[in-house]
């Protein structure tokens, strides 16, 4: 209909010729379509309207205004050193991350050593298996019976 409307004779063989002067017509004398048509021409050429296609578009089309769009929210390095600055920082980011796993690392084998050390303690009142169990079965052991005084020192003592 774009070639029709731009009277293209050669491209629209396809449409009947009365047709073709019923549709000039009405693109000329039509108080809708011309408001329209002039609204749609000052969108186009507005500065807001920046991805506007312009009708149908392919995809590689698409994809181009896009990334035009993409750069003037977030310019692309201006030059090699800039681009060798971005470089320096995804480096420094990437050795952050090794350097909080690496820490990570340690703190969980300190825990497990910690673990391993309560484990094996039988006056804490609270088993290995309770440990891994969680803190809520450690919670029901009951408290282990006070010490016995020495039998010579008191020989009247009640064990309660």
Do not use: F
């Not at 050669?10 to 000039?24: D, V």
């Not at 089309?61 to 896009?66: E, I, N, S």
């Not at 990437?94 to 050593?113: G, T, V, W």
């Amino acid at each position: 209909m774009e070639d029709v409307r731009d009277r293209k004779e050669h491209l629209t063989q396809w449409c009947r010729p009365e047709l073709k002067k019923a549709l000039y017509h009405y693109w000329a004398t039509d108080e809708k379509y011309l408001h329209r048509q002039a609204t749609n021409k000052r969108n186009r050429a507005s500065e807001r309207c920046i991805i506007y296609t312009g009708g149908s578009a392919t995809p590689m089309q698409t994809k181009a205004k896009m990334a035009s769009s993409v750069s003037l929210t977030s310019p692309a390095p201006a030059g090699p050193e800039e681009a060798v600055d971005l470089r320096e920082q995804v480096q420094l980011l990437n050795q952050n991350i090794q350097d909080m796993a690496r820490q990570l690392h340690e703190s969980e084998m300190r825990i497990q050593a910690l673990h391993d050390e309560l484990s094996r303690r039988p006056e804490m009142g609270v088993t290995g298996e309770q440990m891994r169990a969680g803190s809520s079965s450690a919670a029901q052991v009951p408290p282990a019976h006070p010490p016995a005084p020495p039998e010579d020192d008191d020989a009247d003592y009640v064990d309660p």
